[in-house]
């Protein structure tokens, strides 16, 4: 088997570790989790650099669980948070257990029949009849009040980081959290959990209940990942418009790409070894390539097709860079008709927008692209010469004259109108 620390030791994939958690990983085929919060229908790409993790560890033998959280969902986990998170109910979050579970079904193999095939579990099922006195009894007696104090997460909350402190609800949590992880090792045979840094004081409230629980014979380990950051220090994954999330929906594979794309040298060195499955010799080669000539952007290129690819399909990588060649490469009007709404408003969103009312339609090019308030020609005159010199593009194809009527036939999904300015001047005409 290939060694799962080692595997991720190399990507920059390895945090803080439990002593004896390398050897137990070399012994056996080990069954690990790591827990996901289910408070949307979709993971975001801060969520990648775990899931990442769980296929490593599939792909060098071991057993993944994903745990949905639609317990602890329902109360909100203090590490990292300033506030309450907002409870969902039972028909949500078995809702956004299932598009969690088709998301990651691209990472992880969940209908094999190794031994090894990954398993979806959700931590609602055994607290939903689990009452307060059994917990009490059961979890409570086992973790003092001075252990749970000393965490950080619950540190930051009651120094004053957070104006309103810290709920009972939210203190619980860990106590929670570590009865998952004891749950799993008596009902599954789960010996390690993996999470991200900020979780480590709670991971570790889970092996102390397993040996306070079960004898301090019992084997239960933790592993993290660091908090994935910029060069800039800026948080991964947000951008202006906020998350980057894996749902097409909400996030379309064009706009998916552009962000990998885009990312800095630094950060695509740092990222290419964390979220894709490349091996070592293949990504030293691409670092290479790269550093020879940055302009060429092998790094971001390579890393954006591998990624997009992983998420959505070959399909959308193709689209995705199709849509990306219509601003900076050469395209038809085929290819700009291939796209979807959607897409299509996230290729043009930075190019300048105009409205305009239906009734210009069957006008002259060179009265429809000089309204008032717009400002893509000087005046209808260097439009002439422009269209007279081959200069003037409407929809991508050359515009034959400058008094060629412009009708609906020339809209795209019924209400746009690309007109461009020598080789990479875009305006946006929405007709109304």
Not at 231 to 236: I, L, V
Not at 295 to 313: D, K
């Amino acid at each position: 088997m290939k060694n799962f620390v080692e595997e991720l030791r190399w990507r920059g994939m390895l945090a803080q570790i439990m002593p004896g958690t390398e050897e137990l990983l070399q012994k056996e085929m080990v069954s690990a989790y790591l827990g996901t919060d289910p408070t949307a229908d979709s993971l975001h790409i801060g969520h990648l650099c775990g899931i990442m993790m769980l296929r490593h560890l599939q792909r060098c033998g071991h057993k993944p669980y994903l745990l949905v959280g639609g317990a602890t969902g329902m109360i909100g986990d203090p590490s990292g948070k300033s506030q309450e998170r907002n409870l969902l109910d039972a028909e949500t979050l078995y809702h956004n257990q299932e598009a969690i579970k088709k998301q990651v079904s691209k990472f992880l193999d969940f209908d094999g029949n190794e031994p090894n095939k990954a398993e979806m579990v959700n931590n609602y099922d055994w607290m939903k009849d689990f009452t307060f006195l059994d917990f009490a009894r059961v979890v409570g007696k086992h973790i003092t009040v001075n252990y749970m104090m000393a965490k950080d997460s619950v540190q930051k909350r009651l120094n004053g980081e957070a104006r309103d402190g810290l709920s009972f609800t939210e203190f619980t949590y860990q106590l929670l959290q570590g009865y998952d992880f004891l749950y799993q090792y008596q009902k599954y045979g789960v010996k390690l959990q993996l999470g991200g840094n900020d979780q480590w004081g709670n991971m570790t409230t889970g092996t102390e209940l397993i040996r306070r629980t079960l004898g301090s014979e019992a084997e239960a380990y933790c592993l993290t990942c660091p908090l994935i950051t910029k060069a800039d220090g800026k948080k991964f994954g947000k951008t202006e418009s906020g998350n980057i999330w894996l749902d097409r929906n909400r996030t379309t594979p064009y706009a998916f790409y552009q962000f990998w794309l885009n990312v800095s040298d630094d950060d695509a060195e740092k990222y290419i070894k964390i979220f894709t499955s490349l091996e070592k010799d293949v990504i030293d080669g691409l670092i290479e390539e790269h550093r020879q000539d940055p302009g060429r952007r092998t790094l971001q290129r390579r890393l954006a097709e591998e990624v997009t690819r992983m998420v959505h399909s070959q399909e959308d990588l193709d689209m995705a860079i199709a849509a990306s060649n219509i601003l900076f490469g050469k395209s038809t009007k085929d290819d700009l008709l291939q796209l979807d709404e959607q897409t299509f408003a996230d290729v043009f969103k930075d190019v300048p927008h105009y409205e305009v009312s239906k009734d210009v339609l069957g006008q002259p090019a060179v009265d429809v692209f000089n309204q008032e308030g717009m400002q893509i020609f000087p005046s209808k005159s260097e439009m002439r010469k422009l269209v007279k010199g081959g200069g003037v593009s409407l929809n991508k194809e050359k515009l034959a004259a400058f008094d060629q009527p412009v009708t609906a036939d020339d809209l795209i999904d019924g209400k746009y109108l690309l007109v461009q300015k020598g080789k990479k001047n875009y305006s946006l005409i929405i007709v109304k």
